[in-house]
């Protein structure tokens, strides 16, 4: 009996070791965080980032890289996201595994929340220090009171180096100069040590003698007065007094070393500077879009006007991060995450040039596993089926202007 026991514990010790180092093994690198799983009509109809571009894609502890581009906000915001009115410009890392050591839009810096008009678009640029080694997924992204996170296009950035090396030099404005890695860490770590230490003494003071049912019986046979003695009051006065003098004493010694402190800075920007994109002479018309079920494609029909005086193509229609390219008009230059470039993911049934004054009606199919990688496809769960997106078309300079597409999107079955 006892020999089945214990081959029944080892073996369900072994099976225990397998699924844990299984489940070790199984942890496939996660290309988004968070974005997926969010409703796509959202992702679709709320903020564009585009033009991104990431300075670099490994950097050493210490060293820093930026992250610059252009967002849009999009004018047919949706009514359950409150307003950008109140909005932080926030990067989507695991942890400080980056500092931020500055951001802005529209060349502002921002530390602080931003009010953010529908319709316009910024253009914003994050610094970030490297400081914890690995390969992290960076991502964009806006944060909106009352709205939640709004995630843009992560890449992937490999840091070097040691974690121990890292630094964050600060010359505040009374000359001296700071790491605000550890800087007054000695000091917190000290006063709570003392004010610790001195609640400890106070409790082992008390509980040295014995301390419930011996006295539960004095206070209930009416002797309470005989647990209290004058050497204990006078203890008590001595850990009262002595705690009023050690924070007056010790106020007064911190207002010493520091005389000159601010209070915490905070409230919202307003008057943030749009971008002023260059004006739009191409028209679109979103006549009809549809995606079918399952599918990993989009379909429009769109008619195209050429209001300019040069002949244009479309090269690119971008939602929700991920980029359709028609790679006989553009290539992407940028280094933009694999995973949600489809290098050649847009087909238009006639790309040839539309000349200035034409009209042409066109069939375009976005197609890309990056519809169905990101759960686009998913928009058939969502309560609204309307897409949003860019549309960039180029002109024979290789000028770009772009536009913005709005409407139904229908789903189809087999
Ligand atoms: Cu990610």
Same mark, same amino acid.
């Given at each position: 009996?006892?020999?089945?026991?214990?081959?029944?514990?080892?073996?369900?010790?072994?099976?225990?070791?397998?699924?844990?180092?299984?489940?070790?093994?199984?942890?496939?690198?996660?290309?988004? !965080?968070?974005?997926?799983?969010?409703?796509?009509?959202?992702?679709?109809?709320?903020?564009?980032?585009?033009?991104?571009?990431?300075?670099?894609?490994?950097?050493?502890?210490?060293?820093?890289?930026?992250?610059?581009?252009?967002? !849009?906000?999009?004018?047919?915001?949706?009514?359950?996201?409150?307003?950008?009115?109140?909005?932080?410009?926030?990067?989507?890392?695991?942890?400080?595994?980056?500092?931020?050591?500055?951001?802005?839009?529209?060349?502002?810096?921002?530390?602080?929340?931003?009010?953010?008009?529908?319709?316009?678009?910024?253009?914003?640029?994050?610094?970030?220090? @490297?400081?914890?080694?690995?390969? %992290?997924?960076?991502?964009?992204?806006?944060?909106?009171?009352?709205?939640?996170?709004?995630?843009?296009?992560?890449? %992937?950035?490999?840091?070097?180096?040691?974690?121990?090396?890292?630094?964050?030099?600060?010359?505040?404005?009374?000359?001296?100069?700071?790491?605000?890695?550890?800087?007054?860490?000695?000091?917190?770590?000290? %006063?709570?040590?003392?004010?610790?230490?001195?609640?400890?003494?106070?409790?082992?003071?008390?509980?040295?003698?014995?301390? *419930?049912?011996?006295?539960?019986?004095?206070?209930?046979?009416?002797?309470?007065?005989?647990?209290?003695?004058?050497?204990?009051?006078?203890?008590?006065?001595? *850990?009262?007094?002595?705690?009023?003098?050690?924070?007056?004493?010790?106020?007064?010694?911190?207002?010493?070393?520091?005389?000159?402190?601010?209070?915490?800075?905070?409230?919202?920007?307003?008057?943030?500077?749009?971008?002023?994109?260059?004006?739009?002479?191409?028209?679109?018309?979103?006549?009809?879009?549809?995606?079918?079920?399952?599918?990993? @494609?989009?379909?429009?029909?769109?008619?195209?006007?050429?209001?300019?005086?040069? @002949?244009?193509?479309?090269?690119?229609?971008?939602?929700?991060?991920?980029?359709?390219?028609?790679?006989?008009?553009?290539?992407?230059?940028?280094?933009?995450?694999?995973?949600?470039?489809?290098?050649?993911?847009?087909?238009?049934?006639?790309?040839?040039?539309?000349?200035?004054?034409?009209?042409?009606?066109?069939?375009?199919?976005?197609?890309?596993?990056?519809?169905?990688?990101?759960?686009?496809?998913?928009?058939?769960?969502?309560?609204?089926?309307?897409?949003?997106?860019?549309?960039?078309?180029?002109?024979?300079?290789?000028?770009?202007?772009?536009?913005?597409?709005?409407?139904?999107?229908?789903?189809?079955?087999?």
């Amino acid at each position: 009996m006892k020999i089945i026991k214990d081959r029944v514990a080892k073996l369900s010790f072994v099976a225990l070791l397998i699924t844990m180092t299984a489940a070790m093994f199984y942890a496939p690198t996660a290309s988004a !965080h968070g974005e997926k799983s969010q409703a796509a009509f959202m992702r679709m109809r709320t903020i564009h980032w585009f033009d991104l571009n990431w300075s670099a894609d490994e950097v050493a502890v210490n060293d820093t890289m930026t992250i610059s581009g252009k967002f !849009h906000v999009f004018a047919g915001w949706p009514e359950t996201v409150d307003k950008p009115e109140v909005s932080f410009l926030n990067i989507g890392i695991p942890g400080p595994v980056f500092i931020r050591a500055g951001s802005w839009i529209g060349g502002q810096l921002v530390p602080r929340s931003v009010s953010l008009e529908l319709g316009e678009t910024y253009e914003f640029k994050v610094l970030l220090k @490297a400081r914890r080694p690995g390969d %992290w997924h960076v991502h964009t992204m806006m944060n909106v009171q009352g709205g939640g996170p709004i995630i843009g296009p992560g890449k %992937w950035v490999t840091i070097t180096g040691k974690m121990s090396d890292f630094v964050n030099p600060v010359t505040t404005l009374t000359g001296q100069t700071i790491d605000l890695e550890d800087y007054a860490l000695d000091n917190v770590y000290f %006063w709570h040590a003392v004010w610790f230490a001195i609640a400890l003494a106070w409790v082992i003071f008390w509980i040295k003698r014995p301390i *419930f049912v011996p006295r539960h019986i004095a206070v209930s046979t009416g002797k309470a007065d005989s647990l209290i003695s004058a050497g204990d009051k006078k203890v008590g006065m001595i *850990f009262g007094v002595g705690t009023l003098v050690i924070v007056a004493a010790s106020m007064g010694a911190t207002n010493e070393k520091y005389p000159v402190t601010t209070p915490l800075q905070a409230g919202l920007l307003r008057g943030m500077k749009p971008y002023q994109m260059p004006e739009a002479t191409v028209s679109v018309k979103v006549d009809d879009a549809t995606y079918r079920v399952p599918g990993r @494609a989009m379909q429009m029909t769109l008619t195209i006007t050429n209001n300019g005086d040069s @002949a244009v193509r479309l090269g690119e229609f971008n939602t929700a991060g991920v980029r359709f390219l028609d790679s006989s008009v553009h290539e992407d230059e940028t280094g933009y995450p694999d995973d949600l470039l489809a290098e050649d993911g847009l087909s238009v049934s006639d790309n040839s040039p539309i000349a200035p004054g034409e009209t042409r009606t066109v069939e375009v199919t976005a197609s890309d596993a990056a519809w169905e990688v990101y759960r686009l496809a998913d928009l058939i769960y969502d309560p609204d089926s309307r897409f949003a997106g860019l549309m960039f078309f180029w002109d024979e300079n290789g000028n770009r202007q772009m536009t913005m597409v709005d409407a139904p999107l229908i789903p189809t079955f087999i």
